[in-house]
């Protein structure tokens, strides 16, 4: 790694007039300073852009993009990259905060890391709510500060396939090499995270290191809380978790993989039974049942 890499942060913002500003300040302030922002205002109904433009007067390095109409987040953060100069990517929601030693951890976590093949790196958040007061940690500590489960690193494809906490996205950093050899994130679906994070899991090995990088907001209205509601847009977060789930199927190797999947597919069957989005949870027993052809009757006739 070059001594000096340079890491570019893309802050995408809508509708975080409250909060983008802290989120913003959060990279200037790092105590690694060879950093540059792209910040995407998706098309914000409230007063974000007046907000970032404001802030945007005393930073004029930092590339500004204003969407002229709502193209969602994979859209808005692959549009960002092609403004990136950066060796290393960070994916910072307007609502969320870097810790001041975030990128030089990450940094040295690369560096150090016995991975030869890495491609991202993660650690563990501080989840907060509105207010900025604590909730939790994002991996639980016990009285001792010690984690609870250990966090597996190197080859991890099987634990992102089958958990569904599994890594906290705003605590990672990406090589942006392996970024655009990925083709970046899947602009067909609802939100970016989980589909690239197989994908990038699948051909690269993942570091962690347990120090709380950042502060996770969890807001009234964010995806997170919404998931398992009746009846709100939210579903379509989790209608885009089951094309995610058949693309892993595609991608799976073997039938240990398949059942680490189906842990996985067993939790977002009952979630979509208790938003009672009875399509969706017609479509996961159909899946649920290819899954367990492949491993017990296609194994049968293989073998």
Known sequence: MQEKPLVTVICTCYNHEYYVLEALNSVINQEYTNTESVIVDDFSS???SIVIQSWVKNYPKTKYIQNEKNIGITKSFNKAVRFANGDYLIDLAADDILNPECIKIQ??????????NLGLVYGNATVINEKGDFIRTYFPRDQNEK????????DVYEYIISDIHSLCSVSAMIKTEIFNALSGYNTD????????????SREYHFDFTDVNL?????LKNSLGDNLKKKNTHYQKVNQATFKVLKSTFLLNKNTN????????????????????DIDL?????????KIYYSIFIKKTYTN
Do not use: C
């Open 281 to 289: 949870f017609s479509k996961y027993i159909l899946f649920i049942m």
């Open 214 to 218: 950042v502060q996770k907001r969890v």
């Open 46 to 48: 409230d007063n974000s």
């Open 107 to 116: 940094l040295e976590t690369f560096n150090n890391s016995n991975y030869s």
């Open 189 to 200: 679906l609802y939100y970016e995270d989980l589909d690239f994070w197989i994908r990038a």
């Open 147 to 154: 984690l609870i489960s250990k966090i597996p690193t190197g």
């Open 257 to 276: 993989e398949h059942h680490k999947l189906l842990k996985r597919v067993f939790e977002m069957t009952k979630r979509s039974l208790k938003t009672f």
